[in-house]
């Protein structure tokens, strides 16, 4: 089972594959350990060590998607703090120059 999330900048590469009569999105293939311990070639077929290309590159693409909204979501929360504390400095600095302003007016009044 495995886990998939919406990436929108996920496009399916294209096969490079040469088209046969089988469905190349379902093969598999697997590794055949050789008896002094090394891994040999690729054999296709229905063994245990079975990875599918397809699924392991799907999974692979989730994660780095899940990684990039992990991201995403961190960098929007920093950047909408940064803003609000952007946003109360030059409310601050308006209402100081208000309060500058006024006083000037009650100073030149009086003169």
């Known amino acids: 089972m495995a886990l998939l999330f919406y990436c929108p900048m996920y496009k399916p590469a294209e096969?490079?594959?040469t088209e046969t009569t089988r469905d190349t999105?379902?093969?598999s293939?697997?590794?055949q350990p050789k008896l002094d311990g090394t891994v040999g070639g690729f054999h296709t077929g229905n063994q245990t060590a079975v990875v599918s290309l397809v699924s392991s590159e799907r999974l692979k693409l989730s994660k780095m998607c899940a990684k990039l909204a992990?991201?995403?979501a961190l960098m929007q929360e920093r950047l909408t703090?940064?803003?609000e504390e952007i946003f109360a400095l030059v409310e601050r600095t308006i209402a100081e120059f208000e309060e500058e302003l006024c006083r000037s007016k009650e100073e030149n009044q009086r003169k």
């Open 15 to 17: 096969q490079t594959v």
């Open 70 to 72: 992990v991201v995403r």
């Open 81 to 83: 703090a940064a803003a």
């Open 25 to 27: 999105s379902e093969e």
């Open 29 to 31: 293939f697997s590794v």
